[in-house]
């Protein structure tokens, strides 16, 4: 057999790799976290708190979110920044840079921002809210190429984004508990219907 009719052989042999988003999403390590709401920020400083060093980007739907939680991280003496549609492109540009170099450990963004921002070497993505397009939640893990693992903050409200990542996947995301965590009661003003204890989708 000549050695080049071996090397073809042997490729045939070698499981195909693909790397369309849904595999690259099935390959990448994923879990959720069931929260309430109003009790997403504290649940959100025991989780970084075995990331401290490492290079972590929290996606968050709002500017104003992004920047109350870059307030509290930095209050906590975390190094987190926000980055969103606020701050001037050489702003921007200069956070992914210190990001990237590892003099920033935590940029807190948009989805649309995300995209912009050119970071290297993201270790953890936690989406503190889920993208109401799934294909966002994709991008997301994509970011990451496959070097590191993907947490998201799931409230009541959003259990209808969940049941269409997980559908669109077809795979349920592993649940996970955070030890130290203590739920606060729902405020009172509150009208919306408690779903944290809905049962998973069952969809063939």
């Known amino acids: 057999m000549s050695e080049q009719t071996y090397t073809a052989q042997e490729n045939t ?59 509290l991280l930095n209050s906590k003496k975390f190094n987190a920044r926000a980055v969103h549609g606020n701050h001037r492109q050489e702003q921007q540009q200069e956070a992914a840079k210190k990001f990237n170099d590892g003099t920033l450990n935590i940029v807190i963004t948009t989805d649309m921002i995300l995209k912009t921002l050119n970071l290297e070497n993201i270790k953890l993505v936690l989406s503190f809210n889920l993208p109401d397009v799934t294909q966002e939640y994709y991008n997301r893990l994509a970011f990451m ?60």
């Open 13 to 71: 042999d070698k499981e195909t790799i693909y790397h369309d988003q849904r595999s690259v999403a099935l390959r990448t390590s994923q879990s959720i976290y069931f929260v309430q709401e109003h009790d997403k920020a504290s649940m959100l400083e025991l989780l970084l708190n075995n990331y401290k060093k490492m290079q972590v980007v929290i996606v968050v739907k709002s500017k104003k979110k992004a920047d109350a939680l870059s307030v």
């Open 145 to 204: 190429k496959e070097l590191g693992v993907s947490m998201a903050l799931v409230s009541p409200e959003d259990g209808y984004l969940l049941d269409e990542i997980e559908y669109n996947m077809k795979k349920e995301i592993e649940e996970k508990t955070v030890e130290g965590f203590v739920a606060t009661a729902t405020p009172t003003h509150s009208t919306k219907k408690d779903r944290s204890k809905k049962p998973r989708h069952s969809r063939n």
